[in-house]
């Protein structure tokens, strides 16, 4: 999975979609182009039990961390190794969250040198439920909850766009993600292909690629050379 995605309902649609309580502040804002760092909403459990609705930023950060000059190579955590590395696996034992998301960029690679980039989206325009794990990191006065979002081997014809994806988690599966103590393998169970099928691999504009760059015009539709085939980057 690149670095990029997009999240763009309220905090008052997210927290009715996932049941949960809004404990954002207001601080919830439409980002069409989410890069590492940024705030966004993620949906955790509570000690209470109950779900909550948070900004934290992306890019886990653990709590033995000295600074958090690396959370921007944190964004992702590899399905494979979660459960056994050092920097995840205290997280996804013990503080699993779903990561709201209207879809997320890929590049790929164009015979011609040139780079088109693609939003992978659900066609019925719902939201995804990414699998992420949290951690708070806490540094003096300086207290931050961050998240990575887990990714694992791409399937069907997004593997033409990339190797890899975020974990999607179906409706069915917010329950146990978020508090279940099942085994990984059930967790991280695989897409299915009803899931695959409601994605659409969108060609939209290279302005993305740009993190200064935001607006809804980033997840428009553009022409691409039919004659270029998927080449991975």
């Known amino acids: 999975m690149c670095g990029r995605y997009a999240t763009t309902r309220s905090s008052g649609e997210l927290s009715a979609l996932f049941e949960s309580s809004d404990d954002t ?14 705030p966004v909403p993620l949906v955790r459990v509570t000690p209470e039990g109950h779900r909550s609705l948070r900004v934290g930023r992306w890019g886990l950060l653990p709590h033995w961390s000295r600074s958090a ?40 690679r164009q015979p011609d040198g040139g780079r088109q980039a693609y939003f992978m989206t659900p066609t019925d325009g719902s939201v995804l439920a990414l699998a992420g794990i949290w951690s708070v990191w806490e540094s003096g006065a300086d207290t931050r909850l961050t998240f990575s979002v887990l990714t694992t081997e791409a ?40 899931q695959l099928a409601g994605l659409e691999i969108r060609p939209v504009s290279s302005a993305v690629g740009d993190v200064r760059n935001d607006g809804p ?16 980057f």
């Open 25 to 38: 502040d207001g601080q919830v804002r439409p980002d069409h182009n989410v890069a590492p760092t940024d």
């Open 217 to 232: 015009q980033l997840i428009e539709r553009v022409p691409v050379v039919a004659a270029q085939r998927l080449t991975l």
């Open 69 to 108: 000059a690396g959370a921007a190579r944190m964004i992702n955590a590899r399905a494979e190794t979660v459960a056994t590395s050092r920097a995840y696996a205290g997280a996804f034992a013990r503080r699993r969250c779903l990561v709201p998301a209207d879809g997320w960029y890929e590049w790929v």
């Open 155 to 194: 399937l069907g014809e997004l593997a033409e766009v990339h190797d890899r994806m975020p974990v999607l988690l179906p409706p069915a599966r917010w329950a146990s993600w978020l508090a279940s103590t099942d085994e990984p393998d059930r967790l991280l169970a695989p897409a299915t292909a009803a």
